[in-house]
């Protein structure tokens, strides 16, 4: 069972874009779809640790700004090299405006 926690508003994140959430010292990224539908995963790539909030994103993918590897960020798996990992995804849900992630 997942615990709820409130990430963001849904004003704080434009279509196609990412916004960094950090809880407990773990960081995340946040996404808006160009459908509008929100998405969560691990705040950093898994080939070099950068923060994915500074990648660049296109459609449903998060370029990583380092060595441009990609994930499709609304199942975390990795496009190729230079990333071979998935990333972790988070469940995600919004009410009154309000985008909750799924934790634990």
């Known amino acids: 069972m997942s615990k709820w926690i409130a990430a963001c508003q849904t004003d704080d994140i434009d279509p196609e874009d990412v916004i960094p959430f950090q809880h407990e010292g773990v960081d995340y990224a946040i996404y808006r779809s160009p459908d509008d539908d929100f ?50 995804t988070y469940p995600v849900r919004v009410e009154d405006g309000t985008v909750f992630i799924g934790i634990g």
């Open 39 to 88: 998405y969560a995963t691990a705040g950093h790539c898994t080939h070099e640790r950068m923060l994915l909030c500074d990648g660049l994103v296109m459609d449903n993918t998060i370029e990583c700004p380092k060595h441009n590897g990609r994930f499709d960020y609304t199942t975390g798996r990795a496009a190729g090299a230079p990333v071979l990992v998935d990333l972790q």
